[in-house]
Nanobody
Framework: QVQLVESGGGLVQPGGSLRLSCVAS????????VGWYRQAPGKQRELVAR???????TYADSVKGRFIISRDNAKNTVYLQMNSLQPEDTAVYYC?????????WGQGTQVIVSS
């Protein structure tokens, strides 16, 4: 059974930065594509960044140039470095496989961007 645990969220002022972490159980985690998703109040969950096994990354247009997804396979961890945060980035952030597996959604980590 795979478990994905997100951490690193918090309250940050506009223009600030946060780094989210996603720690996974499972021996084959390094081989799968992993995504960071977010869900803002009243909106559908969306994919914001994805990294595949070979390290290739893709981003939603709304975060391109501001967010960086990376992974440390030795630690079974995927990171999301978020820079130049804006109020519209406020959401609960989740990690999951890409495409996502319903059974693997965790609690997420809340990010609030506000002055």
């Amino acid at each position: 059974q795979v478990q994905l645990v997100e951490s690193g969220g918090g309250l940050v002022q506009p223009g600030g930065s946060l780094r989210l972490s996603c720690v996974a159980s499972g021996r084959l985690f390094s081989l799968v594509a992993v995504g960071w998703y977010r869900q803002a109040p009243g909106k559908q969950r969306e994919l914001v960044a994805r990294i595949i096994g070979g390290g290739i990354t893709t981003y939603a247009d709304s975060v391109k140039g501001r967010f960086i997804i990376s992974r440390d396979n030795a630690k079974n961890t995927v990171y999301l470095q978020m820079n130049s945060l804006q109020p519209e980035d406020t959401a609960v952030y989740y990690c999951n496989y890409a495409p996502p597996v319903d059974a693997y959604w965790g609690q997420g980590t809340q990010v609030i961007v506000s002055s």
